[in-house]
Every structure is written in structure tokens, then in C-alpha cells.
């Protein structure tokens, strides 16, 4: 019998008053890709911080080719031959990429470090994953998308026995997640074992052996990528059969309250679309089509070429962002980190700034910090955040958590439309399943709905209509009878030239 490459018995981690991991046994083979598959606080972080050295677990043994092993830091994981990619990013900005690339590890002549070698070594990464950087730009000028593949190529460029990557696709395009895809594979024919974080459960068909679930610090099961589908996944992880993740929205279409007549911006043609009252409208394609580019021109947060945007019949085209928001159309941003939330400031600083902007609580230039308050208040257990998380910084919290705050401050002010741009990006089965109910309560209070999304499962279970984008052009329109999976993955693809 195969003796595993990597072993975990009983791991346990325990906080004052917090079970964080509960006796885990789990096993790692050479030549593997092993998913650890969970919501968020279900201890995959937990779990995965004890094996790279991060953390030490309370009790519990970890064996490393049938050796026990105790890492007591990071670099003694990575000396035994075990890399991390995490989540969150540790990258010096005021370095090069190729100095964070090899920091530490240097390569030399003589005394010297030998910089060309190593913008060398990691141009040469960079090319066979298919990454474009350059190894002399400063980590600071790169975008996010860039700095997630500097944190992936880090793990590359050493000798890993094993190799952990937490939610490495959050930020890549679906070229980039391919060349990915096909270097894990390169791995795997080496031996390398792969142990795999994400939310994306379409990922799994293509590069997973093995999924292990995780629920409230404890292991549920492992299931081979053969003997499992979807749906029994997500009733491993939450419990719930997926038939209750996605509600059913029966609300009645109202008045036209959204027209947009031959809108383009760059990278899209002209196009139109009408939205009513009580309608959800699932907006489908590829990272890159073009589908958020269109919504962000009509907020006016991109510079549009051509056509009229009219709300409630009033004409809103060229208007700055705030005033289309106060007209009653409002957009939540796919990036919370950047452009959603202020990460330094608590969850309820953050919820009461769309409160107050709405204007409900100002009286004579004066505002009615109590009236804050209770709408504040309300707004929380409207998402369902936790009141120990409300003073917490925003930073502090999960990433579920997180997108419960940014839906939250959707609802600081009253809209008529709401267009939620990847709403559920990086968070949990069963997070998603309370924020659709928002979307639910929204539709059936007779708000208009746009759901952009590139997870397709969620596009179509939410939405009345499909508009499926391809290549900056709306390649289909469908009635949600009509949106199957593989009915829209053939628009996804529909020919025709790129638009500039």
C-alpha cells in the first residue's frame, strides 16, 4: 500500500471559547490534487495555516512521508518542502517582482546577489505559466490580478514536495486560471501534492482527485471527484440540499422602470435592455466580455461612446455617479477591498455612511445620530451580521462577512434598481444562500434586478431573463425556461469581431 505524502492525526486548534479545528484526519498522495471544500469558519484556513508553519496545532500529530513533523514557522515548512500560496497577499511593494519573487533566497555570484539570474529564473516562470509581468516592475504598480499571480509564481520556483493554494483563481481571468490549470498538472506528473482551496465549485471536475468537506471545524467525508456531483457537495457543506440554496422568486412584474437604448463603451457595442419592476435579470459570459464594463458605463463609472440611459422615464445619461445613485440606481462593486467598503473602519461605520448620504436622517444640516442608529441596526439584521461582528473593523472579518456589510449598505438608502456585480465573489455556500434571499426580498418588494455573475449555476437560478454577454456584444437573450447550462455555454462562445 501507497504510503501518503502527507498525514494530519486528530489535529485540533482551540481558542479561548472557539473550537477553530476538531480532531481532523487527513491524508495527502504524491501526484494528487485534494480540494478542501468548506464555508467560511468551516477551519480550511485553520487547518492549512498548521500545515504551513503558521500555526501550531493544539493537539494532533502531522507526518511528512511517515515522519512526524513539528513546523514551527513558514521557512521550516517550505525547508521540508512545503509551499503556501495564501490567500491574503505577503508582498513587499517598494520591491521589484523579482526581488519578492526570491526574497530570501537569493541567488548569488560570489558575495554579490546575482539580479540578472534572478529576473532570469523568474521571467522564465512567468513564461511557462503564462503570466504577464515583468520582473523589473515594482509590486506596487502592479494590479491585483498581477500581485495573485506574483503569489502563485512564488511557490513555483522552488522544489515542493507539497504544494497549498487558497482561492488562487479569486483574481485570474479564465486564460489565466488555464495556464494555471495545465502547471498544476505539470506538478502533479511530478509527484508534487496539491492541496486545493476554493469556492468555485466548476473547478473541481477539472483538476481535483479528491474532496474533503469541512462543516464547524470538523471533517463531514472524502469523496472521490468520480463518485460525487455538485449537489451532493453543497449538502455536505451546508447541510441543505441545493434545491433550498436557490429560492424560488415569484414576484409580479410591475412598470418599466429601466430603459437603455444602444449604450456602448470600450470594448462594448452598442446595446439596449429593459428592466421591470419585480424582474431579476441574470447577466451571464467569460471574465473579459464585457458584461460589467456596460453596467459600470450606465453608473458612470466608465466613459460611454454612444446612447441614453432613462430612469422612471427621466433621462440620466452623462450624470455623475452620485446622482444617478440618489435617482434611485445602485451598483455594488465585485472589488469590496477597493472600492465597496473602507476596511480600516468597523461594519457599522461603514453601514451608516450610505444611511447618512441618503439624506433620511439630516434635518437643517444637522444629523439624527439616533435615527442612524436604529437604521443601522436594521439594516444588520436584515443580513444577518452577527452583533459581535458590527464594532469589529472590516478588515477583521471573514469574507463573508464582508460581502453581508457591502449588501448592507445596498440597503442604507432607497433604490429602484439594483445591480449587484459578482455578488457572491469568494464567499461560502452558505452565505450565498442568505444574500439570494436578499435578492428575493428585494424582487418581491417590486425592486428591478441585475445579477451579473460568472458563477452560471447562480446566473440562471436567480434570474427571470438571461443576457448573455460574448466578446463586448450581448450574444443571447433567454427566458430563464430556456437557460440551461449548456444552452448558455454556447453563447458564451458566438463569433464575431472583438470590439474596441
Known amino acids: 500500500m501507497t504510503l501518503p505524502l502527507l498525514t494530519t492525526r486528530k489535529l485540533t486548534k482551540t481558542y479561548p471559547g472557539v473550537h477553530a479545528l476538531k480532531a481532523v484526519d487527513f491524508d495527502l498522495m504524491a501526484g494528487e490534487v485534494h480540494v478542501l471544500f468548506g464555508e467560511n469558519g468551516a477551519g480550511k484556513s485553520t487547518l492549512i495555516s498548521m500545515l504551513a508553519g503558521a500555526n501550531t496545532p493544539s493537539e494532533g500529530k502531522i507526518y511528512l512521508e511517515g515522519h512526524e513533523v513539528a513546523f514551527v514557522s513558514v521557512a521550516r515548512a517550505k525547508e521540508h518542502g512545503v509551499f503556501t500560496v495564501f490567500q491574503e497577499f505577503s508582498l513587499i511593494p517598494t520591491?521589484?517582482?523579482?526581488?519578492?519573487?526570491?526574497?530570501?533566497?537569493?541567488?548569488?555570484?560570489?558575495?554579490?546577489?546575482?539580479?540578472?539570474?534572478?529576473?532570469?529564473?523568474?521571467?522564465?516562470?512567468?513564461?511557462?505559466?503564462?503570466?504577464?509581468?515583468?520582473?523589473?516592475?515594482?509590486?506596487?504598480?502592479?494590479?491585483?490580478?498581477?500581485?495573485?499571480?506574483?503569489?502563485?509564481?512564488?511557490?513555483?520556483?522552488?522544489?515542493?514536495?507539497?504544494?497549498?493554494?487558497?482561492?488562487?483563481?479569486?483574481?485570474?481571468?479564465?486564460?489565466?486560471?488555464?495556464?494555471?490549470?495545465?502547471?498544476?498538472?505539470?506538478?502533479?506528473?511530478?509527484?508534487?501534492?496539491?492541496?486545493?482551496?476554493?469556492?468555485?465549485?466548476?473547478?473541481?471536475?477539472?483538476?481535483?482527485?479528491?474532496?474533503?468537506?469541512?462543516?464547524?471545524?470538523?471533517?463531514?467525508?472524502?469523496?472521490?471527484?468520480?463518485?460525487?456531483?455538485?449537489?451532493?457537495?453543497?449538502?455536505?457543506?451546508?447541510?441543505?440540499?441545493?434545491?433550498?440554496?436557490?429560492?424560488?422568486?415569484?414576484?409580479?412584474?410591475?412598470?418599466?422602470?429601466?430603459?437603455?437604448?444602444?449604450?456602448?463603451?470600450?470594448?462594448?457595442?452598442?446595446?439596449?435592455?429593459?428592466?421591470?419592476?419585480?424582474e431579476v435579470l441574470g447577466v451571464a459570459g467569460l471574465v473579459g466580455c464585457g458584461k460589467s464594463r456596460f453596467f459600470r458605463a450606465m453608473m458612470g463609472l466608465a466613459p460611454t461612446q454612444s446612447g441614453t440611459i432613462r430612469l422612471k422615464g427621466c433621462d440620466i445619461t452623462g450624470r455623475p455617479t452620485r446622482h444617478i445613485i440618489r435617482a434611485g440606481l445602485y451598483y455594488l462593486s465585485p472589488d469590496r477591498k477597493h472600492e465597496g467598503l473602507d476596511l480600516a473602519k468597523t461594519s457599522d461605520e461603514n453601514l451608516s455612511l450610505n444611511v447618512i448620504t441618503s439624506g433620511a436622517p439630516v434635518k437643517r444640516g444637522w444629523i439624527n445620530w439616533h435615527s442612524v442608529r436604529n437604521a443601522v441596526g436594521t439594516i444588520a439584521t436584515r443580513v444577518e451580521l452577527p452583533d459581535n461582528y458590527r464594532t469589529r473593523r472590516v478588515s477583521q472579518l471573514s469574507g463573508g462577512n464582508q460581502q453581508k456589510v457591502l449588501f448592507g449598505k445596498a440597503f442604507g438608502q432607497e433604490a429602484d434598481v439594483y445591480i449587484f456585480d459578482e455578488p457572491t465573489v469568494g464567499v461560502d455556500m452558505g452565505t450565498r444562500a442568505a444574500l439570494y434571499l436578499k435578492i428575493k426580498e428585494l424582487a418581491e418588494a417590486g425592486k428591478a434586478v441585475v445579477v451579473i455573475s460568472s458563477d452560471l449555476p447562480e446566473a440562471i437560478n436567480l434570474s427571470h431573463r438571461l443576457m448573455v454577454f460574448a466578446n463586448g456584444f450581448v450574444s443571447a437573450e433567454l427566458p430563464r425556461i430556456e437557460a440551461t447550462e449548456d444552452t448558455v455555454l454556447k453563447h458564451f462562445f458566438t463569433e464575431r469581431e472583438s470590439v474596441k
Do not use: C, W
Open 95 to 278: 520591491l521589484t517582482v523579482a526581488e519578492n519573487m526570491f526574497l530570501g533566497q537569493e541567488p548569488r555570484s560570489g558575495l554579490l546577489i546575482d539580479h540578472a539570474e534572478m529576473r532570469r529564473r523568474a521571467q522564465e516562470i512567468f513564461d511557462t505559466l503564462g503570466f504577464p509581468i515583468s520582473p523589473t516592475a515594482q509590486v506596487s504598480s502592479l494590479s491585483r490580478a498581477q500581485q495573485q499571480m506574483l503569489e502563485i509564481s512564488k511557490a513555483f520556483h522552488g522544489e515542493p514536495k507539497v504544494l497549498i493554494l487558497d482561492e488562487p483563481t479569486a483574481s485570474l481571468t479564465d486564460r489565466e486560471v488555464d495556464h494555471l490549470f495545465n502547471f498544476i498538472k505539470i506538478q502533479k506528473d511530478k509527484g508534487v501534492g496539491i492541496i486545493y482551496i476554493s469556492h468555485r465549485m466548476q473547478e473541481f471536475e477539472r483538476i481535483a482527485d479528491r474532496i474533503t468537506v469541512l462543516r464547524d471545524g470538523a471533517k463531514v467525508g472524502t469523496v472521490g471527484i468520480s463518485n460525487t456531483d455538485e449537489a451532493s457537495l453543497v449538502e455536505m457543506m451546508t447541510g441543505r440540499s441545493i434545491d433550498e440554496i436557490y429560492p424560488q422568486i415569484s414576484s409580479k412584474f410591475g412598470e418599466v422602470v429601466l430603459e437603455v437604448d444602444n449604450l456602448s463603451t470600450q470594448g462594448v457595442s452598442p446595446t439596449s435592455l429593459t428592466l421591470r419592476r419585480g
